[in-house]
């Protein structure tokens, strides 16, 4: 009985078992870098190529609207992501359950939101490090684990989108015309 509820409500089990996973890394690798780095402090991993940077993000992806005043901010970033999960979500329940991708990428972006949005609320920051430049010349901006999900889940629907093939039409809803002709009048 057990194993047909999961398979009646796989993309939930899709959902709660990767925003579970992706909350848990995003907020524990936070954690460790909140507690082992100085703010601004910088450990190179790759030479000339990738660094683990504390850095705080009062902004939005990649540091958009930092230097806002904080009285739109702050708000500004907790409703705007409220309301994209609530939007999310509504799309979320609509898909097939059948639809594994589509649960996969959406679980993503949820995943992220939720844990950029755990961060603003406890904080008032996102808290970011993973820092990948090309010789100290060329930074990319820093960003973490749920920045990551949101634009691996993003990244898939868009694949979803460009190579979605449409669902097959059972053949019983099909009719071939020789054996089965549409009943049209015509006036006269």
Request: aromatic residues 12%.
């Amino acid at each position: 009985m057990q194993l047909a509820t999961i398979r009646d409500n796989a993309k939930y089990f899709i959902l709660f078992s990767v925003l579970t996973g992706i909350l848990l890394l995003d907020q524990w690798t936070k954690h460790l870098i909140v507690q082992s780095f100085h703010l601004g402090e910088s450990v190179p991993v790759v030479s000339e190529y990738f660094n683990l940077t504390y850095v705080r993000n009062t902004g939005a992806a990649f540091g958009l609207f930092a230097h806002s005043d904080p009285s739109f901010r702050v708000p500004f970033f907790i409703m705007i992501p409220l309301l994209a999960l609530i939007v999310i979500g509504v799309i979320f329940r609509k898909i097939p359950n059948e639809d594994r991708k589509l649960s996969i990428a959406l679980s993503m972006v949820i995943g992220g939101a939720v844990g950029n949005l755990i961060d603003r609320l406890h904080f008032g920051y996102v808290v970011d490090f993973l820092d990948f430049h090309w010789k100290q010349q060329y930074h990319f901006p820093a960003f973490n684990v749920a920045d990551s999900a949101i634009c691996v889940g993003v990244a898939l629907l868009t694949l979803d989108l460009v190579i979605h093939t449409p669902p097959e039409i059972p053949k019983d809803l099909t009719s071939d015309r020789k054996d089965n002709p549409p009943n049209v009048t015509h006036p006269v």
